[in-house]
């Protein structure tokens, strides 16, 4: 089969919201390649296995390439990329350039393409991701391995929106808890939640696709093989209260979710969201206060805020 690779240009900080546009247009993978990826990864901060000076990768912004099977109309679906890529400037997203390109891609070239790119990366003091055809083994007894296969997924977890994200899991979670994993895209935040103990976790997410991508990945790591992933827009429609609701996604999507997050939680349970750009901060924490969550810390990584809150109990 030929595929279509679309690519695009833009900022570090707009590359989940383009991942996404990209997705929502029918993507069958998406491979990211961001220069802050790799400024994170200093000798000895995260532990990592590699030498970074052999892992090609861009000096500054990001590019992001989506893969459109054949049966897609390439040229039908642009000019809303293009358009969607340059409105997120309305969302406070810088997503310049923004260029736009295409080229053909054949299925070995696909398939190959991801794994000169990805390698096992540290990226919490407990978790390292590694993709699924590397055969790698942990080097402390307390290390715990993510394995993700990046041609069906959304990056290789070493965002720092998802750092954020497995930072905050390891800060809360003690062992038995019933977790929501809202925007669930690779399933890696499911994966390491399980890893830590929680006991059963339902994933959503809006794209099909992105449902696919986790049911992949879940497959991949055996503890994570009762993970439930099944497409939903955020909490609608939900009306089961657990332990943990966990969001990697955009301000502007978390704004909505937090009255569901909070009608969902049992008291004393945890909120954490991640994918809050600086600016969006102040926003997003007080609509969690005005709700009644009780802020717990804020999480700083480059640009991005993580936040952890919690529903008060009756003695709070």
């Known amino acids: 089969m030929e595929w279509t690779a679309v690519s695009v240009l833009t900022t570090n900080e707009a590359v989940e919201a383009v991942s996404n546009i990209l997705q929502e ?58 358009q969607r890529v340059n409105d997120l400037a309305k969302f406070g997203l810088d997503p310049l350039p923004g260029t736009v390109t295409t080229a053909a891609v054949d299925d070995e070239s696909w398939a190959t393409s991801w794994q000169k790119y990805y390698h096992p990366v540290r990226v919490t003091r407990y978790l390292t991701v590694t993709p699924s055809w590397e055969d790698y083994q942990p080097k402390q007894a307390e ?96 009306h089961q209260p657990v332990n943990l609701v966990v969001a990697n996604i955009l301000a502007e999507i978390i704004l909505p979710l937090v009255p ?4 969902n939680l049992t008291p004393g349970g945890y909120f954490l969201t991640s994918g809050i750009i600086a600016d969006k901060l102040e926003t997003v924490v007080a609509a969690q206060k005005k709700q009644g969550f009780i802020i717990d810390n804020i999480l700083q990584m480059k640009d991005w805020r993580g936040v952890i809150a919690h529903k008060p109990t009756e003695d709070e």
Do not use: C
């Open 260 to 263: 569901q997050a909070w009608e």
């Open 143 to 238: 290390e715990k391995v993510i394995r993700l296969d990046p041609g069906m997924a959304f990056g290789t977890g070493t965002h720092p929106t998802t750092r954020l994200s497995l930072t905050a899991l390891e800060m809360v979670v003690r062992g038995g808890e019933t977790m929501y994993d809202v925007g669930t895209g690779s399933g890696v935040l499911s994966i390491a939640a399980k890893l830590m103990g929680v006991k059963d976790i339902t994933a959503f997410d809006l794209d099909e696709v992105a449902v696919r991508s986790a049911k992949t990945n879940l497959d991949l790591n055996p503890v994570a093989s009762d993970v439930v992933a099944k497409p939903n827009d955020l909490l609608k429609g939900i």
């Open 25 to 82: 247009a029918g993507a069958s993978g998406v491979k990211i390649d961001d220069a802050a990826d790799f400024k994170n990864l200093k000798p000895g901060k995260f532990g990592e296995v590699v030498d970074l000076a052999t892992i090609p990768h861009r000096d500054h912004g990001a590019e992001i390439t989506a893969y459109y099977p054949e049966t897609i109309f390439i040229p039908e679906i642009l000019p809303t990329i293009k």
